[in-house]
């Protein structure tokens, strides 16, 4: 069993180590008392060795346990055998200590910040190449226009905790109320689209809700909704993130109703109509808490037409503080790759270039 263990150890560095706290805790005092930096080290270096084993934690442990990645836990012992100074050595020493009794999060996410080594899947560059869409579960791709369920989920496990409330009032398809489940966090979706919404529900109610969480879509027109009624429904006066994912102006139109944002008849109209959303919906966005809007450029009478950074604009005028301008790939799936080839002579003709990004705006409410 000990072999087995140590055999996985080495050939996975990547896998999670449980050990028992109270050795851990003793293993890493039995360093902090080392008399001097080689003692230190002599220390750190057998503990360091045992662990790349994985074989010298009881097993299995008798008490309650800490988990780590190996790789991670590999790294931080090495940092403290390159420490130049018993002083650092120690410092080091005692940052692990500390990651292995406490949880240290922020006050609008549950990132441990003692150990954020280990949120990998967690983005935190500007540039997002996903190169395909999450399909799993009740995802599907059924609706055109709708966004991967990366963002919805990317955006939550930054900005949210579990159990907080998420609104989006452009829901769609119900992406992100989807991800609302499988995170644990509640989600109010509005969707002007009769149609569309009675999918949407649907498709959400497919979805395993393990967290007993709320994920309720509503059909509305969110230029003039009230939205503290909306809350008030659900026993709440607030919500913690607001998803906005509006049509990009008449890019892809929506339906018939001449309310909806993709029939705004210029783009001054749409961006109006996109600053009452943001008006409605700021009132019931907690202050400090965070608002993101997904949003893409267009191409029109030879022009390009920046209505990412004019909905920039329409939000920044709202009382909101930009944190983050974040630039996504879109993907490419086989019936884009087809029009792209006539796009791509257009583009070489008309001087101008292909569309492949789009932007996620993500703002503080100050
Ligand atoms: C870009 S799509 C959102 C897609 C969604 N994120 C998803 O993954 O399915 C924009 C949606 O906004 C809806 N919409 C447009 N105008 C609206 C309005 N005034 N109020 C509410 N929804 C509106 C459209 O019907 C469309 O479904």
């Known amino acids: 069993m000990a072999t087995d263990k140590a055999n996985n150890a080495e050939r996975d560095p990547r896998r999670r180590v449980h050990l028992e706290r109270q050795w851990f805790a003793q293993a890493l005092e039995r360093c902090l008392a080392g008399r001097d930096l080689p003692a230190l080290r002599a220390c750190v270096a057998e503990l360091r060795d045992a662990l790349r084993r994985a074989g010298e934690t009881p097993d299995p442990p008798a ?82 226009g709708n966004f991967v369920p990366q963002i919805p989920r990317q955006m939550m496990l930054r900005y949210t905790r579990r159990g907080d409330w998420v609104l989006d009032p452009f829901a769609g398809s119900g992406t992100t109320l989807i991800e609302c489940r499988r995170l644990g966090r509640n989600g109010i979706g509005v969707e002007l689209n009769p149609q569309v919404a009675a999918r949407a529900r649907e498709t959400v109610a497919q979805e395993p809700n393990p967290q007993g969480v709320v994920t309720a879509l509503v059909e509305g027109d969110s230029t003039t909704l009230d939205f503290a009624h909306l809350l008030e429904r659900h026993g709440r006066s607030s919500v913690h993130l607001l998803l906005l994912h509006p049509p990009y102006h008449d890019i892809i139109r929506f339906g018939e109703d001449p309310r909806d944002l993709s029939n705004a008849p210029t783009v001054e109209a749409f961006l109006e109509r996109l600053g009452q959303v943001v008006e409605r919906t700021s009132p019931v966005l907690e202050t400090g808490r965070y608002l993101a809007v997904v949003i893409g450029d267009k191409y029109g009478h030879g022009e390009w037409i920046p209505l990412g950074f004019y909905a920039m604009e329409e939000v920044r005028r709202r009382g909101y503080r930009l944190k983050s301008i974040v630039v996504k790939n879109f993907e490419d799936t086989r019936s884009k790759r087809r029009r792209q080839s006539l796009w791509r002579y257009r583009a070489l003709a008309g001087g101008f270039y292909l569309f492949k990004h789009e932007y996620i705006l993500i703002f503080e409410k100050v």
């Open 63 to 144: 008490g309650p346990t800490v988990a780590f990645r190996l790789e991670d836990l590999l790294d931080e012992l090495d940092q403290v055998l390159q420490a130049r100074t018993l002083a650092r050595a120690r410092y080091y020493l005692r940052r692990l200590r500390r990651a292995t009794e406490e949880v240290r999060t922020g006050p609008i996410n549950e990132i441990n910040l003692l150990r954020w080594k280990e949120y990998d899947d967690i983005l935190t560059d500007s540039l997002w190449v996903i190169p395909r869409r999450d399909t799993s579960g009740a995802h599907q791709a059924w609706y055109w």
